[in-house]
């Protein structure tokens, strides 16, 4: 299997997705790190694991479609099988995501279906929830609904602020994302259609969670 990491900022997961595979956790390679943003810290750690990198700046196309376009050969180019997005800030559109349907993971800072979009420390916080967490699924063409695979969930302490609960939610995504990422090169887990998605031959119907304690 050959790993494509589309990245915007700092590429924590895509570390632990480095050291995953590093550490043989993941059947895979890791052959190319895509950034829409020229200053991604990540691009700094894909050079250092001596993995490929591309910068392709949305700014510099007219549409959606011309930005998605060059996306979509570089993977092609890169010969990937498989599409992590790693805190990847654009959205794709339909087209682009039906290329890669059943192949592309995302990992998103809540847990789903709760909390869709942007700021959710945030919105728990406001919110007074309990439990807060973050969730590994497959990108569809509507933002972060895509059917759901691994979860990682924590209590919200009364001690929690934004920048907790952000370092809390990232110890567990270094967690979950690694574990789905293994899961789909191996193929226990497998995209059957929109509403189904099946692990180790049983339908998943509900995300397979991990507590912090
Ligand atoms: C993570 O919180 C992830 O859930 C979201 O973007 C953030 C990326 O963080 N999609 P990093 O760049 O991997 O550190």
């Not at 569809?140 to 059917?147: H, K, M, N, R």
């Amino acid at each position: 299997m050959r790993i494509a990491v589309l990245v915007s900022g700092s590429g924590s997961n895509l570390q632990a997705l480095i050291d995953a595979q590093k550490a043989g956790q993941i059947q895979a390679e890791i052959v190319g790190v895509l950034s829409n943003k020229s200053d991604a810290y990540a691009l700094q750690r894909a050079k250092n694991a001596n993995i490929d990198t591309a910068i392709i700046q949305h700014q510099d196309f007219p549409t959606r479609a011309s930005f998605d376009a060059a996306m979509h050969q570089q993977l092609i180019d890169w010969q990937v099988d498989i599409v992590i997005l790693a805190g990847f800030m654009r959205i794709l559109s339909g087209e682009f995501v039906t290329k890669w349907q059943g192949k592309m993971l995302n990992i998103h800072p809540s847990l789903l279906p709760a909390y869709k979009g942007m700021h959710t420390h945030q919105r728990v916080l406001d919110s007074g929830d309990v439990w807060h967490g973050c969730t590994v699924h497959f990108v569809t063409a509507e933002l972060d609904a895509g059917q759901a695979i691994v979860q990682g969930v924590l209590k919200v302490s009364y001690q929690d602020d934004v920048n907790s609960l952000s370092q809390r939610v990232h110890q567990l995504e270094h967690l979950i994302y690694p574990q789905a990422v293994a899961w789909l090169c191996n193929s226990q887990l497998k995209y059957i259609n929109q509403s189904h998605v099946e692990y180790q031959k049983q339908p998943l119907n509900h995300p397979i969670q991990f507590t912090q304690l």
